[in-house]
């Protein structure tokens, strides 16, 4: 019976047909993880797949190619996340609100990066020899960035090559006229999570990148006590998880609660008083003061009230600057509103020809208001009191460094400074800081 079964077999089958089994028993030595964009079939070598995700409202980076999406948080590891689709400039469908992302996350020469695409298929097993070289007509992309093509079951896939589309700085030195790699426009170096350092920290650099470019402010050891405790309220404000800051309203809303109580108004009689009861007692006949940043004089004249009720027999000179010509111009002229014009404030105020209140002689004398650019060099004498309330968080941090060096050059070892509401001198630089409720002033170690 086995025999007649052979025969039967062997009947069936000449020298040609054996070869054609053979043929079809092909050797499936290549797997590829195969993807979408924009209704054309490509695919990335598994062995550079680490894993398929989903997605959304990455972190925004600054300063980074368009294709750049942002950054996002893969169990501890903070990965660039790359849409190719804009890398090819191959049209991307309009984004939704918190809608996921299809996402292949590959490794790269020890980096990991998340690509986005239109939707991910499946894995695909072919022989190696079947893959064809490139030809231009296959895609939309450079040819340059196409390792081969290849057929399986009646679809033409594209196969991409990483390693040029991610080629490091090293390959573009190398092939400077072949490459435009993608790690290069993402970060110089890779985004890793150093020891000690969250996730929670690089959001607030991204963050603090982004305000520095649409705010002007920089986070420094001026202000990063109130940046930390802003950004846990900006989470809560943000449900989402959509933490970035992409336009000026953005910068502004995250900012909004940061300057000073009175910023361009008059101080109320309860913060004059305030400052009252921290002043020192002053054994000097002159008083001099640096208010840098003054604006349209309301700071300048609301310290000249309080320096007179706290030191009534002293000679007071107030320096106030800013570099806003307009508002130092009119400074001079400001008056005041019948609200402000009682109780401490009262003493102070008289009532010019045309029926306006104004600040008295006495207190006008005290007040030198000038046009400069306290980042300059400037002849001020030696000061009792410094005042930058909100200044220094709106200066790039090198410059922040030369202006505490210059407090602490003009500064008297029994003067004190008065910084804004959520800024505090560096303690490792060596000031002190004396509080009372939320009312702090800084000296000298």
Same mark, same amino acid.
């Given at each position: 019976?086995?025999?007649?079964?052979? #025969?039967?077999?062997?009947?069936?089958? /000449?020298?040609?047909?054996?070869?054609? =089994?053979?043929?079809?028993?092909?050797?499936?030595?290549?797997?590829?993880?195969?993807?979408? !964009?924009? @209704?054309?079939?490509?695919?990335?070598?598994?062995?550079?797949?680490?894993?398929?995700?989903?997605?959304?409202?990455? $972190?925004?980076?600054?300063?980074?190619?368009?294709?750049? =999406?942002?950054?996002?948080?893969?169990? /501890?590891?903070?990965?660039?996340?790359?849409?190719?689709?804009?890398?090819?400039?191959?049209?991307?469908?309009?984004?939704?609100?918190?809608?996921?992302?299809?996402?292949?996350?590959?490794?790269?020469?020890?980096?990991?990066?998340?690509?986005?695409?239109?939707?991910?298929?499946?894995?695909?097993? *072919?022989?190696? +020899? $079947?893959?064809?070289?490139?030809?231009? &007509?296959?895609?939309?992309?450079?040819?340059?960035?196409?390792? /081969? *093509?290849?057929?399986? /079951?009646?679809?033409?896939?594209?196969?991409?090559?990483?390693?040029?589309?991610?080629?490091?700085?090293?390959?573009?030195?190398?092939?400077?006229?072949? #490459?435009?790699?993608?790690?290069?426009?993402?970060?110089?170096?890779?985004?890793?999570?150093?020891? @000690?350092? +969250?996730?929670?920290? !690089?959001?607030?650099?991204?963050?603090?990148?982004?305000? +520095?470019?649409?705010?002007?402010?920089?986070?420094?050891? *001026?202000?990063?006590?109130?940046?930390?405790?802003?950004?846990?309220?900006?989470?809560?404000?943000?449900?989402?998880?959509?933490?970035?800051?992409?336009?000026?309203?953005?910068?502004?809303?995250? #900012?909004?609660?940061?300057?000073?109580?009175?910023?361009?108004?008059?101080?109320?009689?309860?913060?004059?008083?305030?400052?009252?009861?921290?002043?020192?007692?002053?054994?000097?006949? *002159?008083?001099?003061?640096? %208010? &840098?940043? %003054?604006?349209?004089?309301?700071?300048?004249?609301?310290?000249?009230?309080?320096?007179?009720?706290?030191?009534?027999?002293?000679?007071?000179?107030?320096?106030?600057?800013?570099?806003? !010509?307009?508002?130092?111009?009119?400074?001079?002229?400001?008056?005041?509103?019948?609200?402000?014009?009682?109780?401490?404030?009262?003493?102070?105020? $008289?009532?010019?020809?045309?029926?306006?209140?104004?600040?008295?002689?006495?207190?006008?004398?005290?007040? !030198?208001?000038?046009?400069?650019? %306290?980042?300059?060099?400037?002849?001020?004498?030696?000061?009792? &009191?410094?005042?930058?309330?909100?200044? #220094?968080?709106?200066?790039?941090?090198?410059?922040?460094?030369?202006?505490?060096?210059?407090?602490?050059?003009?500064?008297?070892?029994?003067?004190?400074?008065?910084?804004?509401?959520?800024?505090?001198?560096?303690?490792?630089? @060596?000031? =002190?800081?004396?509080?009372?409720?939320?009312?702090?002033?800084?000296?000298?170690?």
């Amino acid at each position: 019976m086995e025999e007649m079964k052979e #025969l039967k077999v062997n009947a069936g089958l /000449g020298i040609g047909d054996t070869d054609s =089994l053979h043929d079809q028993m092909i050797v499936v030595d290549f797997k590829m993880v195969t993807f979408s !964009l924009a @209704g054309k079939d490509y695919a990335i070598d598994i062995m550079r797949v680490k894993e398929i995700a989903k997605a959304g409202n990455f $972190t925004y980076v600054p300063n980074t190619s368009p294709f750049v =999406l942002g950054v996002y948080n893969l169990r /501890g590891d903070i990965i660039p996340i790359i849409d190719l689709r804009i890398f090819f400039n191959i049209p991307v469908p309009a984004r939704k609100k918190n809608q996921p992302e299809s996402m292949v996350i590959i490794n790269v020469q020890d980096q990991t990066f998340g690509v986005v695409v239109d939707f991910i298929d499946k894995v695909v097993g *072919v022989s190696s +020899s $079947t893959i064809q070289p490139p030809h231009p &007509i296959f895609g939309d992309i450079n040819i340059k960035y196409i390792h /081969g *093509v290849v057929e399986n /079951g009646g679809r033409l896939y594209i196969l991409l090559d990483v390693d040029k589309i991610f080629a490091s700085r090293q390959q573009k030195e190398e092939v400077k006229e072949d #490459l435009t790699p993608v790690a290069a426009s993402v970060v110089r170096e890779p985004v890793k999570l150093q020891v @000690g350092q +969250s996730s929670e920290n !690089l959001d607030i650099k991204f963050i603090g990148d982004t305000l +520095s470019a649409m705010g002007k402010f920089y986070i420094s050891a *001026v202000n990063e006590n109130w940046v930390k405790e802003r950004y846990l309220e900006w989470k809560d404000m943000r449900p989402s998880g959509n933490l970035q800051i992409q336009s000026e309203n953005d910068a502004g809303e995250f #900012l909004s609660s940061f300057l000073s109580p009175f910023t361009k108004r008059f101080w109320s009689e309860a913060y004059i008083n305030a400052y009252y009861k921290m002043l020192p007692e002053n054994t000097s006949s *002159v008083i001099n003061v640096w %208010c &840098i940043g %003054c604006g349209q004089g309301y700071e300048a004249y609301s310290l000249a009230v309080l320096l007179r009720m706290r030191y009534p027999r002293a000679h007071i000179k107030i320096f106030a600057n800013d570099s806003d !010509l307009l508002a130092i111009s009119n400074a001079p002229m400001l008056s005041v509103p019948d609200e402000v014009a009682s109780g401490i404030y009262e003493p102070y105020i $008289t009532k010019t020809a045309s029926g306006s209140l104004t600040f008295s002689k006495e207190i006008k004398d005290m007040i !030198l208001f000038e046009y400069h650019d %306290c980042t300059h060099q400037n002849a001020v004498p030696d000061i009792d &009191i410094i005042v930058a309330r909100d200044v #220094l968080s709106f200066m790039n941090p090198n410059v922040q460094r030369t202006m505490i060096e210059e407090f602490r050059e003009k500064l008297k070892n029994s003067g004190l400074i008065i910084l804004g509401h959520n800024e505090a001198m560096p303690k490792q630089d @060596g000031w =002190l800081r004396n509080s009372s409720g939320d009312i702090v002033i800084f000296t000298k170690e």
